[in-house]
C-alpha cells in the first residue's frame, strides 16, 4: 500500500487509515480454507464478524473521541428497517429462521452506519484516495491469485474453471471483479488527469489483465454489468468534460439514454445466446421464486430460506402447463433466485423487496446529482466511480445472484453508505434528526458487543466442528456445538449420518430434515427416505423420493429409490413400471453409478417371480 500512497500524492495519516479499514471489507474475499468445514463460507463468516468488531471498535472510539453526532435521515432510516427491523421481526416470527443471519444483516447495518459517519466528516478527496488505494490494492491480489490459479500453482475451488478466485464459483468472482474494475478505471483516469502517468499506466495494466481474466472465467452476467458500468462511466465523463457538445440540455441526454439502453438489452441477449439453456434454466428459476413470492407476499419465507424451501416449487413448475419436456433436463438443486430482487422479494417479502429497490434506486439518483451538479472534479470523480461499482452490481444482479456472496454484499453496502454521504452540509437544509454522541456510542457499542460475542460463538463452533471431523464424532460434542451451528445443512446431515450408522434412526431423521429444511441438495432427501424406510414410515419416504422426481426429473436416482421402495413393499407391478421407466431414461451425464443401477434393475425385473 505504501507504494500506491505514494504514487497518489501526498496522503494524511488519517486517508492511509480509511483506505486500510476498507482494505479490511474487501479482504474477506481472499478468505478461504479447503481443510476447514465449508471452508469456501465458513472462513468469509468468521473473517466478517472479526471486521464488524473491527469496524464497530473504531466506530465506537472516532463518536466518542471527536464527539461525532448521528443523522439519521429518512433515506439512512429505511435502510436500518430493512437490514434491522425487517429480519429482526422475521427471527420473531418464524421458527425456522437462525440468530446468524440476522446477526449479518446486522453486521451489514453496523457497516453502513460507521463508514456513513465517518466519510461525512473527513474531506471528499480523502475518502477518494482511501477508496482507490484500497480497490486497487485488493484488485492487484486478486488479479495475482487469477494467475497463480491459472498456471496451476494453485488449484481454483471449482472444478469446471481453471480461475475462481477465493470464490467457490467464477461467476460471483468475476462480478466482483468487474465491481472493483470500475473504480480502478476513475482511478486511472483522475491520476492521469493529476499528471501522475506513471500510475496511470499501472492502473491501465491492471484493468487489461483483468479484463483477461474475466474473459477466461466466462460469466456473462459480469461481461453484462461490466458493459453497463463502462455506459455509465461514458456518459458521466462526457457530461462533465464535453457539455458545449453535445449536453447543453437535459433533454437531449434521454434519447442517448434510451439508445444505450437498448445496445445492452440486445448485447445480453447475445451473451445469453452462447449458451441458451443456460437462459432456459434461469427462467425455470425465477418462474419457481415467483411462485414462491406469490405463496407467501407478505412477510416472505425468511432470510436465508429459499435453498430449503425451493424444492417443491420447482416441481410444481414442471408439472404445470406441461413443461417438463422443455425444461426438465435443465432442472438443478437451485439455493438462490439469479435474480437479487426476486431472492429479497421472496425472503422478506414484497415489503422488503420494494424497501430493497428503494435503497437502490434513491442511492442512485443521488450519484447521478452528485454527477450531474458538481464541478469539483473531486467530487465528480467519486460520484461516478461509486454509480458504476453499484450498477454492474445491480445489473449483473438481475441474471446472478452477487449479493448472496458475503464479499459483495459487504462491498454492496459500503458501495451504499459512500453514495449517501453528504458533502454539502453548508449548502443544502438539513432535515436529519440529530442524536447526541452518548446515544450514538452506546448503540454502536451494543451492535458491535453482540456482534463479536456472535462471531466467538461461531468461530468455537466451527473449529469444534473441524476437530470433530478430524477425531471421533460423539454426541457429547454434537450436543456442545447444534445450537451454533443452526442453519449449516452439512452439518446436520453429517451428524444425521453419524447417528444412522449406529442405527439410532429416530435421532438421524431430525437431523436430516433439519439438513432439508435449511439447503436444497438431492442426498439430504435421498437420507431422509432412507431412515422413514428404516423406521417402516413408506409414505413418508416415498414423499421424499416423489419431491426430488418432480423437481429434478432427468435424475435416475429418485426414480431407482422409488422403484426400489414399491419393491420392498411388495407392489411388483409399480415396481415394474418405473423400473422400465429408468431403463429407458438418457442421463444427462452418464456415469458408473448409473449403469450399475440399470444392471440391478435389470437382474431385479428378470428374477420378479422371486418377489410373487
Known amino acids: 500500500m505504501g507504494f500506491f500512497a505514494r504514487s497518489f500524492g501526498q496522503i494524511s495519516a488519517s486517508t492511509l487509515l480509511l483506505a486500510t479499514m476498507f482494505s479490511l471489507l474487501l479482504i474477506i474475499s481472499l478468505l478461504a480454507c479447503r481443510h476447514f468445514p465449508n471452508g469456501l463460507f465458513s472462513i468469509k463468516e468468521i473473517g466478517f464478524y472479526a471486521v464488524c468488531g473491527i469496524w464497530g471498535g473504531v466506530g465506537v472510539w472516532y463518536s466518542w473521541r471527536y464527539k461525532v453526532n448521528y443523522r439519521l435521515r429518512l433515506f439512512d432510516g429505511l435502510i436500518l428497517v430493512f437490514l434491522i427491523a425487517v429480519p429482526s421481526l422475521q427471527y420473531l416470527l418464524h421458527g425456522e429462521i437462525h440468530w446468524y443471519s440476522v446477526a449479518k444483516s446486522l453486521g451489514f447495518a453496523l457497516i453502513y452506519i460507521v463508514v456513513l459517519n465517518i466519510c461525512s466528516t473527513v474531506d471528499c478527496k480523502s475518502v477518494i484516495l482511501a477508496v482507490c488505494l484500497a480497490t486497487s490494492l485488493l484488485f492487484l491480489i486478486n488479479l495475482g491469485i487469477s494467475v497463480i490459479q491459472y498456471v496451476g500453482w494453485q488449484h481454483a475451488h471449482h472444478q469446471l474453471s481453471k480461475i475462481s478466485g477465493m470464490f467457490f464459483n467464477p461467476g460471483p468472482y468475476a462480478i466482483f471483479l468487474a465491481s472493483l474494475m470500475m473504480t480502478v478505471t476513475v482511478a486511472c483516469v483522475w491520476t492521469y488527469r493529476k499528471r501522475n502517468f506513471l500510475l496511470a499506466k499501472l492502473l491501465m495494466v491492471l484493468l487489461i489483465l483483468g479484463l483477461l481474466v474475466l474473459v477466461e472465467l466466462g460469466s456473462r452476467s ?7 458500468g463502462s455506459v455509465v462511466l461514458i456518459l458521466a465523463y462526457a457530461m462533465m ?7 447543453r440540455c437535459t433533454r437531449k441526454i434521454i434519447p442517448y439514454f434510451f439508445f444505450i439502453l437498448i445496445i445492452i438489452t440486445c448485447c445480453a ?16 428459476v425465477w418462474q419457481s421464486v415467483w411462485e414462491m413470492i406469490l405463496d407467501q407476499p407478505i412477510d ?5 430460506r429459499l435453498g430449503g424451501e425451493y424444492p417443491p416449487y420447482q ?10 419436456d422443455r425444461y426438465g433436463n435443465l432442472a438443478g438443486e437451485s439455493i438462490y433466485a439469479f435474480n437479487d430482487i426476486l431472492h429479497t422479494t421472496a425472503e422478506k417479502g414484497v415489503i422488503g423487496g420494494l424497501l430493497f429497490i428503494g435503497i437502490i434506486v434513491f442511492s442512485i439518483v443521488r450519484l447521478y446529482k452528485i454527477i450531474r451538479k458538481h464541478d469539483n472534479e473531486d467530487v465528480f470523480t467519486y460520484g461516478t466511480g461509486l454509480a458504476a461499482s453499484v450498477i454492474v452490481i445491480v445489473i449483473a444482479g ?3 445472484y452477487p449479493l448472496q456472496m458475503l464479499p459483495i454484499n459487504i462491498w454492496f453496502w459500503t458501495l451504499i453508505a459512500l453514495a449517501n454521504v453528504n458533502f454539502d452540509n453548508s449548502t443544502q437544509k ?13 448503540f454502536l457499542t451494543s451492535m458491535t458487543i453482540v456482534l463479536l460475542f456472535t462471531g466467538v460463538k461461531r468461530t468455537i463452533a466451527y473449529v469444534r466442528w473441524y476437530k470433530m471431523e478430524q477425531g471421533e464424532v460423539t454426541e457429547k460434542a454434537v450436543l456442545a456445538i447444534e445450537a451454533d451451528l443452526k442453519g449449516n445443512g452439512k452439518f446436520y446431515n453429517q451428524i444425521g449420518h453419524y447417528y444412522r450408522v449406529h442405527e439410532n434412526f429416530d435421532i438421524a431423521l431430525g437431523y436430516f430434515r ?13 437420507d431422509l427416505g432412507s431412515c422413514y424406510e428404516q423406521l417402516e414410515q413408506f409414505e413418508n419416504a416415498m414423499y421424499c423420493y416423489l419431491l426430488i422426481e418432480k423437481a429434478i426429473p432427468h435424475l435416475i436416482k429418485p426414480k431407482y429409490l422409488i422403484a426400489k421402495l414399491y419393491l420392498s413393499q411388495g407392489d411388483l407391478q409399480s415396481f415394474q413400471s418405473k423400473a422400465k421407466e429408468v431403463l429407458a431414461l438418457t442421463p444427462k451425464i452418464r456415469n458408473a453409478k448409473h449403469e450399475m443401477i440399470k444392471r440391478e434393475l435389470r437382474f431385479l425385473l428378470v428374477n420378479l417371480e422371486k418377489y410373487q
Request: aromatic letters at 18%; proline letters at 1%; one cysteine or more.
Open 222 to 228: 459480469a461481461w453484462i454489468g461490466l458493459s453497463a
Open 241 to 247: 468534460y464535453c457539455r458545449c457538445l453535445t449536453f
Open 269 to 284: 441477449f447475445a451473451f445469453y445466446q452462447i449458451r441458451p439453456d443456460s437462459v432456459k434454466g434461469r427462467v425455470l
Open 300 to 304: 416472505g419465507i425468511g432470510i436465508d
Open 315 to 324: 416441481g410444481k413448475i414442471l408439472l404445470s402447463d406441461n413443461l417438463k
Open 398 to 400: 438481475m441474471t446472478a
Open 430 to 442: 438539513d432535515t436529519s434528526k440529530v442524536y447526541g454522541r452518548v446515544v450514538t456510542f452506546f
Open 514 to 526: 433439519q439438513a432439508a429444511l435449511y439447503d436444497f441438495d438431492k442426498e439430504y432427501y435421498y
